[in-house]
């Protein structure tokens, strides 16, 4: 009765462990959760006045699927004023978060047989969207001696005549590490000349650390700008993973207008109060908050990369960016599945298995937390790994 494509997609690795730790909570079990990818601070007032007010006046009809104008205005604004990338109204589409985004995208250009480049660690969501949509990932593995970042070698190394697109997390989603202007420079060299596309996720964007610069991929030069779609949303900088909203962008008309006919005969234009709030949550209007959020998180950072790497057996390299820790567990396990159940059995501690990014020998844990259930929560897991050695 199922289609052979659907008996094909898993579940999200990441959902799935974050609702199972939400789920032993309820049953008055003591979880300590740091599975979910999901700011612990509340949307800022503004954006939330804003919905309020949408509310109020009555903006609660269908728009234009791709997003009401001034949406779409405030999205190519903040491009250009932020990263420099020049947009117009027609080349970006609205999604209901940026996993749809990357929805739309893989549907609308990954044909069966096409491959797609993908480094690990990577965010679980990526091989399967290429499955769903009858391609073949390519992975380019790193690890923490390379900082979890790709070469330019690596990658003229993965490209065959049957590479389609190259996805680039930057800061990266499990690992945090941030590409500089000369690594993508070194990257978009290889790219030249051919006709690959690169989908360039940067939801962590505003969340970087020390001296580390974001650099939008597009922003490289007008062979990447071409070549690239940009795809962001505002669920970890503005803490609002729940009103779902993300979007993309690409120079390329065609392929947003056969986007917005996808997303016309599915999901229709995103929430209407979303599209209000969301106006102010790129404007500006909430810099200081998005700041004082980045800050806390650095803060955070710090402490628990130090009492990780005080564990015996445990090594993490610091993060430039994003909010986890990809800790290496490989002294004391050869497999990050049985370690996470273990951990959760023993301890009440949930972290993701680096299996489900594609990197056996290492668990993901995210500190966007407070910092006490942080502290807790990494003493727990050396009571655990001290069992281990
Ligand atoms: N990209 C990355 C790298 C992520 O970690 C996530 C997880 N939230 C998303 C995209 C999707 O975010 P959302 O759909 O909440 O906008
Ligand atoms: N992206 C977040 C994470 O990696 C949220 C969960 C998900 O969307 O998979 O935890």
Redesign the pocket.
């Known amino acids: 009765m199922l289609s052979q494509r659907i008996q094909t997609l898993s579940a999200s690795l ?1 959902i799935e462990i974050a609702s199972l730790a939400r789920d032993l909570k309820a049953q008055g079990k003591d979880v300590l959760s740091f599975s979910a ?2 700011p612990d601070f509340d949307t800022p007032d503004a954006v939330k006045n804003a919905a309020k007010k949408a509310l109020d006046e009555g903006k609660t009809k269908y728009t234009a699927v791709a997003g009401t104008p001034a949406l779409l205005k405030a999205v190519a604004d903040k491009l250009q004023r932020e990263n420099n990338i020049t947009y117009a109204p027609n080349q970006i589409l609205t ?8 929805f739309n995208l893989f549907q609308a250009v990954v044909d069966v047989g096409d491959e797609v480049i993908i480094p690990a660690p990577y ?1 679980v ?1 990526y091989p399967e969207l290429v499955k769903y949509s009858g391609g073949t990932s390519v992975i380019i593995d790193t690890d923490d001696n390379s900082g979890f970042k790709i070469t330019a070698q690596q990658l003229k190394d993965a490209i065959t005549p049957k590479t389609k697109m190259l996805v680039l ?1 930057s800061p ?3 690992t945090g590490a941030v590409y500089t202007k000369e690594e993508l420079e070194a990257l978009a060299e290889v790219l030249k000349g051919t006709n690959i596309l690169v989908a360039s ?1 940067e ?2 964007e505003k969340l970087v650390f020390g001296d580390t610069k974001f650099v939008a991929t597009a922003s490289i030069s007008e062979d990447m700008y071409q070549r690239t779609v940009t ?1 962001n ?4 900088s503005a803490a609002m ?1 729940g009103w ?3 979007y993309m962008a690409s120079p390329n008309k065609e392929l947003i207008a056969v986007m917005d006919n996808l997303q016309s005969q599915s999901t229709s234009n995103i929430n209407s109060i979303t599209q209000e709030a969301a106006i102010v949550g790129l404007d500006g209007t909430i810099n200081k908050e998005v700041e004082a959020m980045r800050v806390a998180f650095e803060a955070r950072c710090n402490e628990a990369v130090e009492l990780f790497n005080n564990i015996d057996g445990l090594s993490v390299v610091k993060p430039s960016g ?1 909010f986890y820790l990809f800790v290496n567990i490989k002294e004391v396990s050869n497999d990050s599945m049985q370690f996470c159940k273990d951990l959760l059995e023993a301890q009440g501690v949930a972290v993701v298995p680096g299996v489900g990014f594609g990197a056996e020998g290492y668990f993901r844990f995210s500190f966007a937390t407070d910092i006490e259930t942080i502290r807790k929560g990494i003493k727990r897991i050396k009571t655990f790994v001290q069992t281990l050695k």
């Open positions: 990441t990818g999901e999604n209901n978060g940026a996993k749809h985004s990357l965010w969501t997390t990266s989603n499990p996720d939801m962590y795809i949303g505002l669920s970890k993973t779902r909203f993300g994003a």
